[in-house]
């Protein structure tokens, strides 16, 4: 902060001619200063925190295996962990969301449907977290269609389990996720069997999150299927019984979070139907929800650029948040 001195002599409370010029460099010193600080803020808040303890990673053959990135899409995940964004203390109203970004179960648009929504959640209070899980294409996982799950339900216990030390209130914390990233968090709000499960503290924790904002998510595996999201997942053909048990609309039960649902009507990739099935499963167990079917938009919705009425899902969202009290309406 600049001291009274600083301040009369840069309004021109002193008209000398070096005065000024100190003042101005002054100035600059402190606004370098401001701006190296942010920057540390912001580097903080994306601290990467892994899933698993070493050796401990469930469903996993123990390969040494690199992250392959490539045009903001991660193409294999070596650790399993997220990318912790949190408000300021100040404007934390203590609630969280683990991010499960998209990509069909073949990569993670990590930035579009990942690091972008978390900064929008902490401009509305909330704890966001950007969650790297496993695809089923891993050389690593020993049975791939329940890799991503487990790392879902293993990140709502670990904010669950650290909710205290970040200020979220641990009956607070939702998931969130776009395209099959909406599937994998439909599937974590709806699993009945903790995957997770690997004899460690974190054993008793639920791993069952409080709600779910899931934007154009793939739902169904049979009619309705993303089909390269279903192959990618579930292999070439599956049974039944596997499409059946992936399949979130089908395995809603009394006690499933509610949901706030978005999709376009003219979405070519993911069929609208999707949502209409989860929200019609979640209506017929009294479960209270919100479904938003926007005209246009295509399999594009996210933070901005969305055209017409679906600019406004954001707003929505926060309004539902508050109406659902998950957080409230002012700090």
Known sequence: MLNKEGVNGFCGGNQSVSRPKFKLNNMKYWMI??????????????????????????????????????NERIYQVATPGFYAFFPSATENKGAAVVICPGGGYERLAYVIS??????WFNTIGISAFVLNYRLPNSPDLKQKEIGPLQDAQRAIKLVRANADKWG??????GIQGSSAGGHLAALTSTSQQDFSVVGDTLDHLSAQPNFSILVSPVI??????????????????????LMTKNSPQLQVTAYTAPSFLVHAFNDKSVSVH????????????GIVSSLHIFPQGGHAIALRNNPGSAAYWTDLCEKWLIEMNFIPEKK
Do not use: C
């Not at 401001?34 to 996993?60: D, H, R, T, Y």
């Open 168 to 173: 979220i209130k641990p009956d607070k914390i």
């Open 220 to 241: 169904d595996m049979f009619t309705y299927a993303h089909k390269g999201s279903r192959k990618n997942l579930l292999g070439e053909n599956p049974s039944v019984d």
């Open 33 to 70: 200063k401001l701006g190296l600080i942010l920057i540390s803020n912001i580097a903080l808040s994306q601290e990467f925190i892994p899933l698993w303890q070493e050796g401990k990673m469930p469903n996993s053959k123990g390969l040494k295996l690199k992250d392959s990135l490539a």
């Open 274 to 285: 999707n949502s209409l099935l989860y929200y019609h499963a979640l209506l017929n167990k």
């Open 114 to 119: 990942g690091t972008q929504l978390a900064k």
